[in-house]
């Protein structure tokens, strides 16, 4: 907890640093080509200087905690393809965190870029880099800049004298790769042992070992180097979590440089021993002081179960069956309360018993598959509307609470105990959710013990009472307030449902273009409506027929609602059916691109549109068929996608010009005719008749 309280005081400082810094205080970076001129097919290299204010830094691939590290986004013409970025050599410095690998001064970063075969002589190509750091010296500022390069295209690529001296130093401040060496790794307890045979002399021994993945410290961070005969030994701890106490994914390979008089390059190399979970290594054990706080947790969550509507009426009713069935003996009235805590605790040990057996404790591998995730998200959402009220499970459940004071004898007491345990179950959406999440990190018998904590919070309250029976005259009464409770604990149960609705996103929300996110939104809003069409419609004050017609247009929706979610595969290009959809190849939209293209010759096709336009995502889904895409390679049509999801002035300003202010607009580009504009709602046909119109052929 401290090292969140001293993050969070540097991150506050940050902030306030920077606001106050921006204007005057800020790095110098340049985008620079080796050659003046490039050629078809051949490699080029591109260097991205920075010039950092002094004292200040950034940071390597790696940065050793939580800083950013330099990234480029590139926006290059057809058929060019951008490198990884070459990587020079970091300093290792003391950071807030452990070891940081930083660059002061002037860092300068290679990348090497492709130029395809086909590309004419005589042209002039545009590269469009957009790059972004974070510079840190007490506070933090991220920077970016975009460039623009435009370089000529001839048969024989030229170098630039100018800057030869530049990529030369940046060259030799890269780590060098060593020839014939022999590399191996192995986990070895909580490190990695990294044994190098250089297979060639070396000047001197290593002096530290930078790593390229976060999951791997220094070696100066805890580890060592010692001589092997002609090999090197490095120890290497692992680091299980970064400063924010979030785990850190464990890889089976890491690279890194081996630092010393000449920093070497230590490429991709396999850990040799695998175990299960992929982890060499089982995590350290928690100290004491959070199963403390865990299990007090899971107890206070038993507790405020009793608060909840169906459960909460049952306490006074439960107490005073124990006072009849025991005569008013006070021995026999607390024999009474602990045989009902015994049902309770049995109750939930057969409930963690169940999950444990289940799987619960991989829980987080379950959800990597996006069906459990969505499962998950449709209980929270349901579960959530239960309790607000949209509709109602178990409205019989408070009089089966009545009746347990029906019940005679010890045997009796025992399953009024299980069946209180069932009793709260509809209500305990939030705390069984906290409970899974918290269970999930813990071993087996730390397991059930917290479920044990969770049974006696909810058995307590009765088990005072039988001690103390005088005091359900002190509960307080039933009432409105209690439904406010119940509903005001609707709201964590949505929380849990976005959560997961955000990792159910970064799984599927991206297929067939983008649209599937959309279907989700729509599929959860359908199965949501279900919940109130059944809520509203099927309650006993309804005729028969009434509620029948509910619960079959709930079932409807709610099953059409759950195909419309569901993570479908990919539709993948079908050439036999030339009705099918198929995705299309769309290319960035700016206004120099397309007027490069259109000097070249070439037709343009420019869609703008936006994530948030329904027409748009309706066009895509069905326009774009087989025959569609044909004809659009066969008339050499170059697609252009200007997407205005986020604000973009360029876009505006373009749809301006064209005399148009909202999206859908989709426009065809013939060098040396007039735009063409389409209609917002695109077909097959529209398009195919339009392309073999307006483009010549070949």
């Known amino acids: 907890m401290h090292r969140i309280t001293h993050f969070l005081l540097i991150l506050v400082f940050s902030v306030s640093a920077a606001s106050g810094q921006t204007e005057t205080l800020s790095s110098a970076a340049n985008l620079l080509s ?14 991205l200087k920075l010039d950092h204010p002094q004292n200040w830094h950034s940071y390597y691939q790696n940065s050793g905690g939580i800083e950013q590290s330099p990234a480029i986004k590139w926006t290059l013409p057809p058929g060019f393809t951008a490198g990884p970025i070459q990587w020079p050599v970091p300093e290792v410095k003391d950071g807030y965190f452990g070891k940081s690998f930083v660059y002061p001064g002037s860092p300068v970063f290679l990348v090497e870029i492709t130029a395809p075969a086909t590309l004419e002589t005589g042209k002039t190509i545009t590269l469009t880099a957009d790059a972004s750091w974070q510079i840190c010296e007490e506070s933090c500022l ?51 042992l990294l044994r190098v045979e250089p297979g060639e002399i070396i000047d001197s021994d290593p002096t530290d070992f930078i790593p390229d993945q976060p ?22 701890p692992r680091a299980t979590q970064d400063p924010l106490d979030n785990d850190i994914p464990q890889g089976n390979s890491f690279s890194g440089i081996l630092l010393g008089t000449r920093p070497v390059l230590i490429p991709e190399t396999a850990i040799g021993i695998l175990v299960p979970a992929a982890i060499s290594a089982p995590p350290p054990p928690l100290p004491f002081s959070t199963f403390l706080k865990i299990f007090g947790g899971m107890f206070l969550g038993g507790l405020i179960l009793n608060l909840m509507p169906c459960v909460f009426p049952v306490i006074g009713l439960k107490i005073m069956g124990f006072v009849q069935q025991a005569g008013h003996d006070r021995k026999k009235i607390v024999v009474h309360g602990l045989v009902f805590a015994a049902g309770v605790l049995l109750s939930f040990w057969v409930l963690s018993l169940a999950l444990f057996l289940g799987g ?12 459990v995730t969505l499962g998950t998200i449709l209980i929270m959402l349901l579960l959530g509307m239960n309790l607000f009220g949209v509709f109602e499970i178990g409205t019989s459940v408070t009089g089966i609470g009545g009746n347990l004071v029906q019940k005679q004898g010890v045997a009796g007491t025992f399953f009024s105990g299980v069946l209180a345990t069932l009793i709260a179950t509809p209500c305990s959406g939030p705390f069984l959710a906290v409970a899974i999440g918290v269970a999930v990190t813990l071993p087996a018998i730390p397991f059930f013990t917290a479920f044990t904590f969770m049974a006696i919070g909810l058995a307590l309250p009765y088990l005072v009472l039988s001690i103390f029976p005088a005091l359900v005259e002190k509960l307080p009464r039933p009432g409105p307030w209690m439904e406010s409770f119940k509903q005001g604990m609707s709201f964590l149960l949505f929380a849990t449902a976005a959560i997961f609705l955000w990792v159910y996103s970064a799984q599927v929300f991206d297929l067939n273009e983008g649209q599937k996110g959309l279907w989700v939104m729509l599929g959860l809003s359908a199965v949501a409506t279900a919940a109130w069409i059944y809520g509203r419609w099927n309650q006993p ?8 017609r509910a ?7 709610c099953t059409g609602g759950i195909l419309l979610a569901w993570p479908w595969p990919a539709r993948q290009p079908q050439a036999d059916t030339g009705n099918a959809r198929i995705s299309a190849e769309w290319g960035t939209w700016s206004q120099q691109e397309e007027d490069r293209l259109l000097a070249e010759g070439r037709p343009v096709f420019v869609d703008y549109t936006a994530k948030w336009c329904l027409t748009c995502q309706l066009n895509k889904s069905r326009a774009y068929t087989r025959p569609v895409i044909d004809l659009i390679e066969k008339k050499g049509v170059v697609l252009l996608k200007a997407d205005k999801t986020n604000p973009s002035p360029a876009i505006d300003a373009k749809l301006k010009q064209l005399g148009r202010s909202a999206i859908p607009v989709n ?14 709602l695109l077909t097959p046909d529209y398009l195919l008749e339009l392309f073999s119109r307006e483009i010549p052929a070949k």
């Open 215 to 236: 999951f791997i410290k220094s070696a100066s961070s805890g580890g060592s180097i010692q001589r092997d005969g002609d090999a090197w030994l490095i120890r290497l």
């Open 667 to 680: 426009v065809l580009l013939v060098p040396g005719k007039e735009p063409q504009i389409t209609p917002a």
């Open 142 to 192: 991220n920077e970016e800049k975009s460039f623009t390069l435009n370089l000529p295209v001839a048969a024989a690529s030229e170098k630039d004298p100018a800057i030869a001296g530049l990529f030369e130093k940046a060259r030799a401040s890269q780590p060098a790769k060593l020839t014939n060496a022999k590399i191996s790794a192995r986990p070895e307890g909580n490190e990695i």
């Open 551 to 557: 619960k079959v247009l709930a079932a409807l929706l």
């Open 360 to 371: 619960i404790t991989s829980w987080g591998n379950q959800l990597q598959d996006p069906r």
């Open 541 to 548: 004050v309804r005729s028969s027929s009434v509620r029948m």
């Open 34 to 47: 080796e050659e003046k001129a490039i050629a078809p097919g051949k490699p080029f290299t591109l260097a």
